[in-house]
């Protein structure tokens, strides 16, 4: 299997079934720490990982239109790692019985210096940051995101003794693309259909 290719499969429960034997090699990369091993994942629905009530909703207008037989693009994403950005994209395709296999593939990276706000090991204080789940952008005011680094900059959290904790939702630009997406969604790709006739 490439190894920037990541596949896994879920149920008509959404309870994840089976994930890419690359899976661990992917987590310990990111720096998710102990709690995403394979043995972690398996047997949990997607929705014990997929917090936000936004994402969820993204995802779950995605899964619905998938299994109702619509055909889906990739959509972009990021899904960074303390020193690399990631840029990614996501395929969501049906499978018999209402499954669903989701994968992911690297497109390209970007090395930068280590992001310790993104190792699950660094040590956290009680307050709370919203990372984009899409892009990766931290919200640092009402309405504004920025780049992590800069968004470090921006908040002081170079100063503090702890990093404050993670959690995620969309930007408006991701937003907006992302219901641009399910509004193209099923809509045919002209390329493909000429290729058919």
Sequence with gaps: MNKDVFIYRIDSTDTIVSISDNWRTFADANAWGSSLRPEDVVGHTLWDFIQDLETQHLYQEVLRRARGGMPSRPIP?????????????????????????????????????????????????????????????????????????????????????????????????????AMGELDDFGTPNKDIDSDKE
């Design 77 to 177: 994403f990021r899904c960074d790692s303390p020193s690399e950005r990631r840029y990614l994209e996501l395929l969501i395709e049906a499978l018999p019985n209402g499954q669903i296999e989701i994968t992911s593939k690297i497109s390209r990276t970007e090395p930068r210096s280590p992001i310790s706000l993104l190792n699950a090991d660094t040590p956290r204080s009680s307050d709370f940051v919203t990372v984009c789940s899409m892009c990766k952008k931290m919200k640092v005011s009402p309405g504004q995101w920025a780049e992590i680094e800069e968004a470090l900059v921006h908040l002081r959290l170079f100063e503090a003794d702890k990093m404050p904790q993670l959690t995620h939702g969309l930007c408006h630009t991701c937003y907006q693309v």
